[in-house]
């Protein structure tokens, strides 16, 4: 089993920015990528960002240039640092951690799971 943590949520301007991170425990010797995804009210869950054991990223396009996905392995965390946020950004951000077949945009194979963070962007 692994157990992912979320923090850094919160309430930002627009324009502002704010760093996600996620802390993973646990089996974790058998992942091999980490990723964001958000869900807005009423819509359904997007991918953000992901990024692999061995550290390429992937990116949604209504992000990149503005959010960066890293990983620190030494602390088993990963983190979302988003900036120039814009009101559509508001959201519940999700951690995930998946092993074996992973189809990123789809979140297939994305096993765990954490809680959430919200992050609410105002105009």
């Known amino acids: 089993q692994v157990q992912l943590v979320e923090s850094g949520g919160g309430l930002v301007q627009a324009g502002g920015s704010l760093r996600l991170s996620c802390a993973a425990s646990?089996?974790?010797?058998?992942?091999?990528?980490m990723g964001w995804y958000r869900q807005a009210p009423g819509k359904q869950r997007e991918l953000v960002a992901a990024?692999?054991?061995?550290?390429?990223?992937n990116y949604a396009d209504s992000v990149k240039g503005r959010f960066t996905i890293s990983r620190d392995n030494a602390k088993n965390t990963v983190y979302l640092q988003m900036n120039s946020l814009k009101p559509d950004g508001t959201a519940v951000y999700y951690c995930?951690?998946?092993?074996?077949?992973?189809?990123?945009?789809?979140?297939?194979?994305?096993?765990?799971w954490g809680k959430g963070t919200l992050v609410t962007v105002s105009s």
């Open positions: 995930a951690a998946g092993e074996g077949v992973v189809v990123i945009a789809t979140a297939h194979g994305m096993r765990y």
């Open positions: 646990g089996s974790i010797f058998s992942i091999n990528v």
């Open positions: 990024i692999t054991s061995g550290g390429s990223t």
